[in-house]
């Protein structure tokens, strides 16, 4: 091979040849050789095409090797008329081609050649990805999967280049989506990708795909309700950032809503009653609700004040509680019932006491299976009865 370098150097400093320059004031470079691959750089003339003859015929009766011309093709400049082209490729017996493609997995980039050159990597992950069934993979295991397999296929490319920003985004998105399990959520762009003979349009506004981000954010109508929900100023701006963040922004952050509670709250609970929503007009044909947004609202306002408050440390204020001597002459009864679960095996029982506190009687049994609060009454019932038998009014 480098018998070959010499040889092309030779035709360079002849002028035969005239080698590639990058601009004016660069060296010029005529030939790669890597492996057994030979890539050639030259002004397009016959003369040139000459001299190319020339060398590789020397090269080749001296070292014996051959030359396929049925894997060799000729990429020329956008400047070179056809007749000029026409005559090269004849005089070579060489193909003229429009795109160089890829070299040792690399994408050439050049004039004509695919506007996105490293779209075959996101192809990659998602046809290994269709292998997998994630839904039935732990989180951890999805972590393995992201990081073992999906975050490797690109590893390779990105020793030589720097991914555009989208491509990186798209596998960014597909690992996410794999490990929030996005992907498995039966959309119709989900249902065809499975194979499932289906319209991709969103039913809802019928002009775009129906995906999980265009059905609870992007489609018109998840949007004019969001509207009338009245997202805080905060939160505007991640509804046009991708689905991921604009779930974890919103979810995670203490902005409140207009109604005081917090938006977090809100924001969840319309997401989940958006997507049932959009199930009910999809699957039963229910009305469109106008009103959804003050469903929401609602909804959002009872999880709030019922649920998430219980956790709440309230300021307490200790009330000391203790039994006090029924007055001379009278009696007290003191009863209680309980049960095991509600509801649940139950028993219940009391005392009655007389003045300073003299025990007077006593009782307790097993009430059946009831509940708690029916315990306590059962109790109290059978207190009540014993007070009467023993003449207490
Ligand atoms: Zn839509």
Same mark, same amino acid.
């Given at each position: 091979?480098?018998?070959?370098?010499? +040889?092309?150097?030779?035709?360079?400093?002849?002028?035969?040849?005239?080698?590639?320059?990058?601009?004016?004031?660069?060296?010029?470079?005529?030939?790669?050789?890597?492996?057994?691959?030979?890539?050639?750089?030259?002004?397009?003339?016959?003369?040139?095409?000459?001299?190319?003859?020339?060398?590789?015929?020397?090269? @080749?009766?001296?070292?014996?090797?051959?030359?396929? +011309?049925?894997?060799?093709?000729?990429?020329?400049?956008?400047?070179?008329?056809?007749?000029?082209?026409?005559?090269?490729?004849?005089?070579?017996?060489?193909?003229?081609?429009?795109?160089?493609?890829?070299?040792?997995?690399?994408?050439?980039?050049?004039?004509?050649?695919?506007?996105?050159?490293?779209?075959?990597?996101?192809?990659?992950?998602?046809?290994?990805?269709?292998?997998?069934?994630?839904?039935?993979?732990?989180?951890?295991?999805?972590?393995?999967?992201?990081?073992?397999?999906?975050?490797?296929?690109?590893?390779?490319?990105?020793?030589?280049?720097?991914?555009?920003?989208?491509? @990186?985004?798209?596998?960014?998105?597909?690992?996410?989506? +794999?490990?929030?399990?996005?992907?498995?959520?039966?959309?119709?762009?989900?249902?065809?990708?499975?194979?499932?003979?289906?319209?991709?349009?969103?039913?809802? @506004?019928?002009?775009?795909?129906?995906?999980?981000?265009?059905?609870?954010?992007?489609?018109?109508?998840?949007?004019?309700?969001?509207?009338?929900?009245?997202?805080?100023?905060?939160?505007?701006?991640?509804?046009?950032?991708?689905?991921?963040?604009?779930?974890?922004?919103?979810?995670?952050?203490?902005?409140?809503?207009?109604?005081?509670?917090?938006?977090?709250?809100?924001?969840?609970?319309?997401?989940?009653?958006?997507?049932?929503?959009?199930?009910?007009?999809?699957?039963?044909?229910?009305?469109?609700?106008?009103?959804?947004?003050?469903?929401?609202?609602?909804?959002?306002?009872?999880?709030?004040?019922?649920?998430?408050?219980?956790?709440?440390?309230?300021?307490?204020?200790?009330?000391?509680?203790?039994?006090?001597?029924?007055?001379?002459?009278?009696?007290?009864?003191?009863?209680?019932?309980?049960?095991?679960?509600?509801?649940?095996?139950?028993?219940?029982?009391?005392?009655?006491?007389? @003045?300073?506190?003299?025990?007077?009687?006593?009782?307790?049994?097993?009430?059946?299976?009831?509940?708690?609060?029916?315990?306590?009454?059962?109790?109290?019932?059978?207190? +009540?009865?014993?007070?009467?038998?023993?003449?207490?009014?």
């Amino acid at each position: 091979m480098k018998y070959l370098g010499y +040889l092309i150097k030779q035709k360079c400093v002849d002028g035969a040849w005239t080698p590639l320059k990058a601009s004016k004031e660069n060296l010029g470079f005529s030939h790669l050789l890597f492996a057994d691959n030979i890539i050639l750089f030259g002004k397009v003339d016959p003369a040139a095409s000459e001299a190319i003859l020339e060398v590789l015929g020397k090269f @080749c009766a001296e070292s014996g090797l051959k030359i396929s +011309l049925e894997k060799s093709h000729i990429y020329f400049s956008p400047n070179v008329n056809d007749s000029l082209k026409e005559e090269v490729c004849d005089k070579l017996g060489i193909q003229e081609m429009h795109d160089i493609g890829k070299y040792l997995g690399f994408p050439f980039r050049h004039r004509g050649a695919p506007r996105n050159p490293y779209m075959f990597i996101v192809e990659k992950v998602t046809s290994k990805l269709a292998g997998w069934k994630a839904k039935y993979l732990s989180f951890a295991k999805r972590v393995v999967l992201i990081k073992s397999v999906m975050s490797v296929i690109p590893t390779y490319v990105m020793q030589g280049v720097a991914l555009p920003v989208h491509v @990186c985004e798209k596998l960014d998105k597909i690992n996410q989506d +794999l490990f929030m399990g996005l992907h498995n959520i039966p959309v119709k762009s989900v249902l065809a990708d499975r194979g499932i003979n289906c319209d991709k349009a969103c039913p809802m @506004c019928k002009l775009h795909e129906e995906t999980i981000v265009h059905l609870i954010r992007d489609c018109e109508v998840a949007r004019d309700l969001w509207c009338k929900l009245g997202v805080p100023l905060p939160h505007i701006n991640s509804f046009n950032d991708n689905f991921v963040n604009w779930l974890r922004i919103n979810s995670l952050r203490t902005a409140t809503h207009n109604t005081h509670i917090p938006w977090c709250m809100v924001f969840l609970n319309a997401v989940w009653c958006l997507w049932k929503y959009m199930n009910n007009v999809v699957l039963e044909n229910s009305v469109p609700n106008s009103k959804l947004d003050k469903f929401w609202l609602g909804q959002a306002r009872e999880f709030h004040f019922y649920v998430s408050k219980i956790n709440q440390v309230s300021s307490k204020i200790s009330i000391p509680v203790r039994w006090n001597k029924p007055s001379v002459g009278g009696h007290k009864l003191n009863t209680n019932g309980a049960s095991i679960g509600n509801p649940s095996k139950a028993g219940g029982g009391g005392v009655i006491k007389g @003045c300073c506190g003299v025990w007077v009687k006593g009782y307790s049994r097993a009430i059946g299976y009831t509940t708690s609060v029916l315990a306590k009454w059962w109790a109290l019932r059978d207190g +009540l009865i014993l007070a009467i038998q023993l003449g207490i009014n």
